[in-house]
């Protein structure tokens, strides 16, 4: 397999491009391609199997633009389906986890608050992740109805989220948190109003920066890292109404991007 493939990164929205946002800075020589499943917005709450079937749709298509490995930046399909991505394909997949290790190791008090849909707060994956690391800290888990839906109609930090994470983090704050942790990649583009609302001293743990390193470490073991100096890019391809998606993007990425309308599943076959 040649190095100068792509990679390939996917979310059911545009909350995977705070991952993405870190792969760009940790590789910067690599051409990006990435998928916003809109259409089907949010997995939090459906159930495993749509959402093993909606990752393998986007795999497929991922594979056929000929990417050397894949990144599900979305924790619910972590979750659900990247064991089945890891057995049905044979690149690297790299998945999301929600950061409850580094947030024990760096808490002063073991109070810790995890934010993160349903989906990924039901999952056996995510019970074994808290059995393994509790190691005798307080978890205190929070699923943040709306969230998703809110940041997927364009509103981030600012004055007019703060209610809505007010409402979320009381409980919270309330068992005297001093770390918290983001549990879904749309959760970041809330973190300056996030850190207003739990304040100064609540640590935040965002695990995007993780994955780009766990990439690069896989890249690197498969001798798969591109060793082009040439200017590398993004593309992006999105289901669903391919206005909105532009939208965000224009808002969201720093450079201007154009988006493609992904094929259908019928399409893919």
Excluded at 201 to 209: A, E, M, P, R, Y
Excluded at 225 to 230: F, K, Q
């Amino acid at each position: 397999m040649s190095s100068n493939l792509p990679i390939g990164i996917f979310d059911s929205g545009v909350g995977g491009l705070s991952v993405l946002r870190h792969i760009r800075e940790s590789l910067p020589h690599e051409n990006l391609i990435y998928v916003a499943d809109r259409k089907h917005i949010p997995y939090g709450n459906k159930n495993d199997n749509t959402v093993k079937a909606r990752a393998q749709i986007i795999s497929h298509f991922l594979l056929k633009q000929q990417t050397k490995a894949i990144v599900v930046a979305c924790n619910t399909a972590t979750a659900a389906a990247v064991n089945l991505l890891r057995d049905q394909f044979p690149i690297p997949i790299i998945g999301m986890e929600p950061g409850v290790k580094p947030a024990i190791l760096q808490s002063h008090n073991g109070n810790i608050g995890v934010l993160a849909t349903e989906g990924t707060l039901d999952s056996s994956k995510f019970r074994v992740l808290l059995e393994r690391h509790a190691n005798g800290a307080e978890l205190f888990i929070k699923p943040c109805h709306g969230w998703v839906e809110w940041i997927e109609s364009g509103h981030l930090s600012g004055p007019a989220s703060l209610p809505l994470i007010q409402q979320t983090l009381d409980p919270l704050l309330e068992k005297n948190i001093d770390t918290l942790v983001l549990g879904c990649t749309h959760y970041p583009f809330l973190k300056e109003s996030i850190q207003q609302v739990a304040g100064a001293d609540v640590n935040i743990i965002d695990t995007g920066l993780a994955v780009a390193a766990q990439l690069r470490r896989r890249l690197e073991e498969e001798a798969l890292l591109n060793d082009s100096r040439s200017p590398a890019g993004e593309r992006f391809w999105c289901t669903g109404p391919l206005d909105e998606m532009q939208q965000l993007l224009n808002r969201m990425w720093d450079t201007k991007a154009q988006v493609d309308v992904m094929p259908d599943q019928a399409n893919l076959s």
